[in-house]
């Protein structure tokens, strides 16, 4: 239920969808939530600098600077990234800030980028950028590629980023959804398909898995992915993954080293089954369902497009502390999860702001302990922040 307040007349039909920054709602669930930011083009995902400036990129490639998380901020730039290529699911996409700002005054994108014009897929190419904020709040001029060469596709190119307290980029790379896609999520060499973990300077972490066929850890940190398109980390290391399934099972993820998680040989809802006939390549590359790790969550049948991913935690959380938060696009909600053995298995808590504001996507938790979302309407978007007022 969506209830008015604030610079909304009480007792009068409020819409979200036309609501300017600074309007407030009442949600259920002891919720209120507030537009920080509208009139935006599809944005992706956000973070925030220490300081409390926001970083949202959008889709069409573009990076925009916010002063802060209050509503109606300023907006200190708003960088068009070169080469940018945005068509349909395809452009700036996820976006980290340094967990060491102080010292490395980095925010890392990822985007699909077309440098050499558009030749067709052999020029299409996903890259994780590296830009330095600078004190004004403008990005450098000439970001520094971190990594490159992902194939990138009008759908499933994945692109969440997140950079743990260690220091190490986790960068989700989607199957790109070629013919040759499924086998890709089962071949190391390839990067798509993957959950890749790497250093600032693009190098592999020594203490990367190593696996089966290889004397060496790899960038890859797990593999066997669809459409990973969010990253979640809790402050006691635990790792979780959000991606979309084909005409069924969405999947929810513990990441875990050298894990496989069986596209495009086994999907699954309660146990494994096959994705399709295997034959061909295909048939070469994929085990038995024993050699695959199953979802701690799958939605079966329909699909409800999970998006982004993030824990909610800290004491403004109430028991809500600790658990899983991931939004979706199709149901436009946001589904909570408590986690169950270690990881291995989700119980689904609570849906909240169902269908209130649309296609829901990035999250993060930003310096002031509430939760900043972004829309993926495709016109008039918008930041909302959300906080819980009943603990």
Same mark, same amino acid.
């Given at each position: 239920?969506?209830?008015?307040?604030?610079?909304?007349?009480?007792?009068?039909?409020?819409?979200?969808?036309?609501?300017?920054?600074?309007?407030?709602?009442?949600?259920?669930?002891?919720?209120?939530?507030?537009?920080?930011?509208?009139?935006?083009?599809?944005?992706?995902?956000?973070?925030?600098?220490?300081?409390?400036?926001?970083?949202?990129?959008?889709?069409?490639?573009?990076?925009?600077?916010?002063?802060?998380?209050?509503?109606?901020?300023?907006?200190?730039?708003?960088?068009?990234?070169?080469?940018? *290529?945005?068509? #349909?699911?395809?452009?700036?996409? %996820? =976006? &980290?800030?340094? +967990? $060491?700002?102080?010292?490395?005054?980095?925010?890392?994108?990822?985007?699909?980028?077309?440098?050499?014009?558009?030749?067709?897929?052999?020029?299409?190419?996903?890259?994780?950028?590296?830009?330095?904020?600078?004190?004004?709040?403008?990005?450098?001029?000439?970001?520094?590629?971190?990594?490159?060469?992902?194939?990138?596709?009008?759908?499933?190119?994945?692109?969440?980023?997140?950079?743990?307290?260690?220091?190490?980029?986790?960068?989700?790379?989607?199957?790109?959804?070629?013919?040759?896609?499924?086998?890709?999520?089962?071949?190391?060499?390839?990067?798509?398909?993957?959950?890749?973990?790497?250093?600032?300077?693009?190098?592999?972490?020594?203490?990367?898995?190593?696996?089966?066929?290889?004397?060496?850890?790899?960038?890859? *940190?797990?593999? #066997?992915?669809?459409?990973?398109? %969010? =990253? &979640?980390?809790? +402050? $006691?290391?635990?790792?979780?993954?959000?991606?979309?399934?084909?005409?069924?099972?969405?999947?929810?993820?513990?990441?875990?080293?050298?894990?496989?998680?069986?596209?495009?040989?086994?999907?699954?809802?309660?146990?494994?089954?096959?994705?399709?006939?295997?034959?061909?390549?295909?048939?070469?590359?994929?085990?038995?369902?024993?050699?695959?790790?199953?979802?701690?969550?799958?939605?079966?049948?329909?699909?409800?497009?999970?998006?982004?991913?993030?824990?909610?935690?800290?004491?403004?959380?109430?028991?809500?502390?600790?658990?899983?938060?991931?939004?979706?696009?199709?149901?436009?909600?946001?589904?909570?999860?408590?986690?169950?053995?270690?990881?291995?298995?989700?119980?689904?808590?609570?849906?909240?702001?169902?269908?209130?504001?649309?296609?829901?996507?990035?999250?993060?938790? %930003?310096?002031?302990?509430?939760?900043?979302?972004?829309?993926?309407?495709?016109?008039?978007?918008?930041?909302?922040?959300?906080?819980?007022?009943?603990?």
């Amino acid at each position: 239920m969506l209830a008015a307040c604030g610079s909304i007349a009480p007792g009068q039909p409020a819409p979200a969808d036309g609501a300017p920054a600074g309007a407030t709602f009442a949600l259920d669930d002891g919720l209120s939530a507030t537009i920080v930011q509208d009139g935006l083009e599809v944005p992706w995902d956000l973070d925030f600098t220490p300081d409390g400036r926001m970083l949202v990129t959008e889709r069409p490639g573009r990076v925009n600077v916010f002063a802060s998380g209050e509503p109606g901020a300023e907006k200190l730039s708003a960088y068009e990234i070169p080469g940018a *290529y945005a068509e #349909g699911e395809a452009g700036a996409m %996820g =976006i &980290a800030v340094d +967990s $060491d700002f102080e010292r490395f005054p980095h925010a890392y994108v990822c985007v699909s980028r077309d440098p050499d014009g558009p030749d067709g897929e052999a020029a299409w190419r996903n890259a994780l950028l590296r830009f330095t904020v600078k004190e004004d709040g403008t990005l450098t001029e000439d970001p520094t590629p971190v990594l490159d060469g992902m194939v990138a596709a009008f759908h499933h190119n994945g692109c969440a980023v997140q950079m743990d307290d260690t220091g190490h980029i986790w960068l989700t790379m989607g199957d790109a959804n070629r013919v040759r896609a499924q086998h890709d999520s089962q071949r190391l060499a390839s990067l798509n398909g993957k959950v890749v973990r790497l250093n600032r300077d693009g190098s592999t972490p020594d203490d990367n898995p190593v696996f089966e066929g290889t004397d060496a850890p790899t960038l890859v *940190y797990s593999m #066997g992915h669809r459409n990973p398109q %969010g =990253i &979640a980390m809790r +402050s $006691d290391g635990l790792i979780m993954e959000a991606e979309h399934g084909t005409d069924r099972d969405d999947e929810i993820n513990h990441i875990v080293p050298g894990g496989n998680y069986g596209y495009g040989c086994y999907t699954a809802a309660d146990a494994l089954g096959p994705a399709q006939e295997q034959e061909g390549e295909a048939k070469e590359l994929c085990q038995g369902a024993e050699a695959y790790l199953p979802p701690a969550w799958a939605s079966g049948i329909p699909t409800i497009a999970t998006s982004g991913a993030i824990f909610l935690e800290g004491e403004e959380w109430g028991d809500w502390d600790g658990m899983l938060l991931v939004s979706t696009l199709k149901e436009g909600d946001l589904r909570l999860f408590r986690v169950v053995d270690d990881g291995d298995s989700l119980e689904e808590v609570a849906i909240l702001a169902d269908d209130q504001f649309g296609r829901l996507r990035g999250m993060v938790i %930003g310096p002031d302990g509430a939760l900043y979302l972004t829309t993926a309407e495709g016109t008039y978007d918008k930041v909302i922040r959300l906080v819980r007022d009943a603990v």
